[in-house]
Protein backbone atom coordinates (compact mmCIF):
# COMPACT_ATOMS: atom_id res chain seq x y z
CA UNK A 1 0.00 0.00 0.00
CA UNK A 2 1.32 3.33 -0.95
CA UNK A 3 -0.16 7.11 0.41
CA UNK A 4 -0.34 9.70 -2.01
CA UNK A 5 -1.14 13.42 -0.38
CA UNK A 6 -3.14 15.66 -2.12
CA UNK A 7 -2.52 19.76 -1.19
CA UNK A 8 -5.04 20.99 -3.50
CA UNK A 9 -7.64 19.86 -6.36
CA UNK A 10 -9.10 21.58 -9.89
CA UNK A 11 -12.15 21.43 -11.57
CA UNK A 12 -11.50 21.31 -14.84
CA UNK A 13 -14.07 22.55 -17.75
CA UNK A 14 -13.84 19.66 -20.22
CA UNK A 15 -16.57 20.59 -22.32
CA UNK A 16 -14.36 23.95 -23.01
CA UNK A 17 -11.06 22.17 -23.62
CA UNK A 18 -9.52 21.63 -27.17
CA UNK A 19 -7.22 18.97 -26.27
CA UNK A 20 -4.10 20.80 -27.11
CA UNK A 21 -2.15 18.83 -24.16
CA UNK A 22 -0.62 21.90 -22.91
CA UNK A 23 -1.37 21.38 -19.09
CA UNK A 24 0.04 17.55 -19.16
CA UNK A 25 3.97 18.51 -18.95
CA UNK A 26 2.93 21.79 -17.27
CA UNK A 27 2.34 19.50 -14.28
CA UNK A 28 5.29 18.65 -12.35
CA UNK A 29 3.39 15.70 -10.21
CA UNK A 30 2.14 14.63 -13.13
CA UNK A 31 -1.09 14.16 -11.89
CA UNK A 32 -3.06 14.81 -15.83
CA UNK A 33 -3.43 12.92 -18.16
CA UNK A 34 -5.57 12.79 -21.50
CA UNK A 35 -8.60 10.86 -21.32
CA UNK A 36 -9.59 7.65 -23.32
CA UNK A 37 -13.54 9.65 -23.87
CA UNK A 38 -13.95 12.51 -26.12
CA UNK A 39 -15.99 15.76 -25.35
CA UNK A 40 -18.73 16.97 -27.68
CA UNK A 41 -15.58 18.75 -29.79
CA UNK A 42 -14.34 15.56 -30.15
CA UNK A 43 -11.13 15.61 -28.21
CA UNK A 44 -9.74 14.17 -25.47
CA UNK A 45 -9.48 16.28 -22.11
CA UNK A 46 -7.48 16.02 -18.84
CA UNK A 47 -7.96 13.88 -15.99
CA UNK A 48 -6.81 14.65 -12.51
CA UNK A 49 -4.98 11.64 -10.27
CA UNK A 50 -4.52 12.07 -6.90
CA UNK A 51 -1.50 14.62 -5.61
CA UNK A 52 -2.51 17.65 -6.73
CA UNK A 53 -0.37 20.13 -5.13
CA UNK A 54 -1.95 23.41 -6.34
CA UNK A 55 0.37 25.16 -7.80
CA UNK A 56 -1.37 26.37 -10.15
CA UNK A 57 0.61 25.46 -13.49
CA UNK A 58 -2.34 23.87 -14.84
CA UNK A 59 -4.03 27.14 -14.81
CA UNK A 60 -1.76 29.34 -16.39
CA UNK A 61 -0.93 27.24 -19.09
CA UNK A 62 -4.21 26.94 -20.25
CA UNK A 63 -6.06 28.86 -23.49
CA UNK A 64 -9.06 28.30 -22.81
CA UNK A 65 -9.45 28.60 -18.86
CA UNK A 66 -10.38 25.23 -18.09
CA UNK A 67 -9.23 25.23 -14.42
CA UNK A 68 -10.15 26.19 -11.00
CA UNK A 69 -7.92 25.56 -8.47
CA UNK A 70 -8.58 24.89 -5.05
CA UNK A 71 -6.20 24.39 -1.78
CA UNK A 72 -7.00 21.83 1.26
CA UNK A 73 -6.60 23.03 4.60
CA UNK A 74 -4.98 20.27 5.60
CA UNK A 75 -3.60 17.58 2.87
CA UNK A 76 -5.68 14.89 1.95
CA UNK A 77 -4.29 11.42 1.98
CA UNK A 78 -5.23 8.69 -0.36
CA UNK A 79 -3.94 4.91 -0.21
CA UNK A 80 -3.32 3.16 -3.40
CA UNK A 81 -3.20 -0.90 -3.23
CA UNK A 82 -0.91 -1.96 -5.08
CA UNK A 83 -2.06 -4.96 -7.91
CA UNK A 84 -0.23 -7.55 -6.08
CA UNK A 85 -1.84 -6.86 -3.03
CA UNK A 86 -5.18 -7.08 -4.39
CA UNK A 87 -6.73 -9.94 -2.44
CA UNK A 88 -4.16 -10.15 -0.50
S1 LIG B 1 -2.68 22.65 -9.77
FE1 LIG B 1 -0.57 21.95 -10.24
S2 LIG B 1 -0.44 19.88 -9.42
FE2 LIG B 1 -2.64 20.38 -9.53
S3 LIG B 1 -3.30 19.59 -11.53
FE3 LIG B 1 -2.70 21.74 -11.83
S4 LIG B 1 -0.55 21.70 -12.48
FE4 LIG B 1 -1.04 19.67 -11.57
S1 LIG C 1 -4.38 23.15 -21.59
FE1 LIG C 1 -6.62 23.49 -21.44
S2 LIG C 1 -7.37 23.25 -23.55
FE2 LIG C 1 -5.32 22.34 -23.48
S3 LIG C 1 -5.68 20.14 -23.02
FE3 LIG C 1 -5.34 21.18 -21.06
S4 LIG C 1 -7.44 21.71 -20.36
FE4 LIG C 1 -7.57 21.26 -22.54
Redesign the pocket.
Known amino acids: MSTTLSRGTVT???E?????????P?CKPNV?T?SQARNELG????ELAPGCTSCGA?LL???????EIYRFESPVSHEEVQNSEVGS
Do not use: H, Q
Request: proline content about 7%.
Open positions: IATRCKGCELCIALMVSYPCVCPDFCF
